[in-house]
């Protein structure tokens, strides 16, 4: 049936992750993974760094030295930046040429400037362009890769339906001259290595969407694009705010290039509202999972890339919806083992909707760009920062309990057709002894408690009966312990929560480890 390793979604380890500072740029696409120019895989894990408010400065510089803060979105495990920026700085002379400086004191913003007179003076009488390309070549210094992000024309906050920047022909997207500014982009960044991608535009909405212009003036930008620059990867965006991908089922893109092509999707918790909040999550987490599948996931089973490009939580870890939402989102990204961007690296923004120095509490630094906001959720996110990692079930020997710990130490396990599940090469099978034990392993597959099927509208919950006729699922204790205990969620309860109860079987191409000790 097929080599797999249980992965679970309740984060109490945390496994640093090393990245390779060399790889062979630039990067290709090989079905649907992304690849280095030797063919191996390289998964994006990166972190959208804000550049296109309306000072058009990345955000932060007034905080920390420009250096710093490249180098530690590399401590913390990313390999690559999504920096957005505005049409506007491509295509209007007047706006690219503004210095850092005159961008500030034209929105009054003198605190601002202090702060870059302390922190980057070599970029405060640097024209807006000049610094927008100091930000990338300080995260090539630091080896980190970078995606260009055409987030918007006007340079402020996004999104709105109502911001007439929403899609082609809006009063800011001239479909002519947005197609001049990637151009532009493309052209400037040709030489730059770290540049690995450019995606075309963000979040399309309002009430202009339509296919016919989706295909017509994405198929023009991408040839543009590549054209321009035929080292970057060209990232597509669906409708209605980077969810819907679906009508790519029946029509590819027609392009005249291959190898470069990735889609790219957006997934927030309040994309569906409070469901996660006032449902159960898991016929939410079921629900939205098989939506998400029909609208964009489906790509991956075409054989292309999908680049979830945008997802992310309020960080004080206080909001019920996000964090119901975020153990789904990690189930999802584990099992489809997908590249991603977390939003945001920002901690505050110099203006943001009139509001000066707003904390943003999506962001991984804290608001003066110092700190981590929340390490715990550091520690979750870095288990899918590497193909294949995570929280895997181990076991050290049959006289120790099986626990979580990390994916690179774990054994593959097989799921036969009699429901068992067996560690590969060997006799044993997971076995259940009662409610509130710790699961074992035996060799008898056909006793009560070794057949196990997944159960519940999350398709995580892995069940079995044990000798009493009691209903079990696997679980995880304080102490990392594979348990058995009651069921949690099962049924339309909204006030549970089922996250240590949520596993994944995980189709893996890695071989298990044959020096394990029984």
Known sequence: MGRFFFFSFLSLLWVPIIFPTVMALPLYTNSRWIVDGEGQRVKLACL?????????????????????????????????????????LATNDSL??????????????????????????????LSLIQAFQAVVSSLGTNNMMVILDNHISKPGWCCSASDRNGFFGDEYFNPDLWVKGLTRTARIFNDVANVVGMSLRNELRGTRQNVND???YMQKGAEAVHSANPDVLVILSGLNYDKDLSFIRDQPVDITFIGKLVYEMHWYGFTDGKAWESGNPNQVCGRVVDNMMRLSGFLLEQGWPLFVSEFGIDLRGTVVNDNRYFNCFMAVAAE????????????????????????????????????IRNPSFLKRISTLQSPFQGFCVLRKSLMEP??????????????TSQKNLKLMGTLYCLQAEGLDDPATLGIISTVSGSKWEVISDSQMHISTK???????????DSSNNLVTTTCKCISRDNMCDPGSQWFKLVDSTRSSNSKEIF
């Open 48 to 88: 959208n760094w804000v550049s296109h408010m309306e000072v058009v400065v990345a955000e932060g510089l007034s905080k920390q030295p420009v250096d710093a803060i490249s180098g530690r979105i590399k401590s913390m495990g990313f390999n690559c930046v999504r920096l957005t920026w505005p049409l506007f």
């Open 336 to 371: 489809h083992d997908l590249d991603w961007a977390l939003w945001t690296l920002v901690g505050s923004y110099y203006l943001r909707e009139g509001v000066i120095g707003l904390s943003e509490y999506y962001g991984v630094l804290d608001s003066n760009w110092r700190d």
């Open 96 to 125: 690219a040429s503004l210095t850092v400086r005159q961008s500030f004191q034209n929105l009054g913003l003198s605190e601002s400037i202090a702060g870059i007179q302390a922190n980057n003076p070599s970029i405060l009488d």
């Open 214 to 216: 989706w295909y017509r």
């Open 402 to 415: 099986l626990r979580l710990g990390p994916c690179t130490d774990s054994e593959a396990w097989s799921y």
């Open 466 to 476: 044990v000798g009493d006729g009691t209903t079990v699922c696997l679980d995880v």
